[in-house]
């Protein structure tokens, strides 16, 4: 039985969705409302009466901008947490798969991110996210880290969601296109991380091979602006998207402007094929009717 935490967001949800497809796994989803990440004894207790063979852990802190403000909360949820999590698996010897970023980075390299690039998180929620991974790896070694990047699905608040709201109700929008990198289908990385765990069931590969930091997003590489102008054209919206600096759109957070990801160990490792973005986009907004 594997655990899934933050089982309302994209990832937890999109695992949901996915779960028929495969039942030998035989998830057990549980939300903030039943089990509270940031509590130990409350972790330690739900580890110690289910017969759990893993845990997915999508329970994050995600308000990027709000993180600056409530860094204590960010902090709970993304370390603490991930820390409990963690120390739960190790007591019962099974694999913690948890979700990071790409804002871990916030470096000057000017081509695809790789897992040993040096990190230089900006912000409350970069550096809760780098505290978590390494609060697990500490706690845990059979820890898999998948880093990914600009998250959106057919439900929850994301970019995509909130495009198609703006784009249908003004006729311009102003849209960053100096912040580049790739959108992830939340669905594409739920059925990624889903494939290596049945590889794991199935023997194909140990528990030890999960253990590091890997990337996971869509293939190719764009813009926020470019994204946004890709929503619009392909559900025939008319609204104009205008291109500006991110220093003319300033936010509590610094965000990087630069976090392609590239994907080459993951694929490798585990076979995986991995969508273009603009395809998993056509998806989703099929998905969204």
């Given at each position: 039985m594997i655990l899934v935490t933050g089982a309302g967001g994209q990832v937890g949800q999109s695992l949901r969705q996915l779960s028929a497809e495969f039942p030998e796994l035989h998830m057990l989803f549980q939300d903030s409302a039943s089990l509270d990440v940031t509590s130990r004894k409350a972790v330690l207790r739900f580890f110690g009466e289910h017969p759990l063979t893993g845990c997915i852990n999508c329970a994050a802190y995600t308000a990027v901008d709000k993180a600056e403000s409530e860094p204590d909360r960010a902090r709970a949820v993304n370390v603490q947490g991930t820390q409990h999590l963690a120390e739960g698996c190790s007591r019962l010897d099974i694999p913690l798969v948890h979700f990071s970023t790409d804002y871990v980075y916030h470096n000057s390299a000017n081509r695809p991110l790789?897992?040993?690039d040096r990190v230089n998180p900006h912000g409350v929620y970069a550096r809760t996210k780098l505290?978590?991974?390494?609060?697990?790896f500490r706690q845990h070694p059979?820890?898999?880290?998948?880093?990914?990047?600009?998250v959106y699905a057919p439900f929850g608040h994301n970019f995509v969601r909130t495009m198609l709201r703006?784009?249908?109700?003004?006729?311009?929008?102003?849209?960053v296109f100096d912040q580049v990198g790739t959108p992830t289908y939340a669905p594409d990385l739920a059925k990624a991380v889903l494939d290596i765990l049945q590889q794991l069931r199935d023997g194909q590969i140990r528990?030890?091979?999960?253990?590091?930091v890997w990337h996971y997003a869509n293939e190719g590489v764009t813009s926020w602006y470019d994204f946004a102008q890709a929503i619009f054209d392909m559900r025939g919206l008319s609204c104009q998207v205008k291109p500006i600096l991110s220093l003319q759109y300033p936010t509590p957070a610094e965000r990087p402007l630069y976090s392609v990801l590239n994907k080459a160990k993951i694929k490798s490792a585990f076979?995986?094929?991995?969508?273009?973005?603009?395809?998993?986009?056509a998806v989703c907004l099929a998905e969204m009717g």
């Open positions: 790789v897992e040993t505290a978590g991974e390494r609060a697990a059979n820890t898999m880290v998948v880093r990914t990047s600009w703006l784009g249908s109700e003004r006729p311009e929008l102003q849209v528990p030890e091979h999960l253990r590091g076979g995986l094929h991995i969508p273009h973005w603009r395809e998993s986009l």
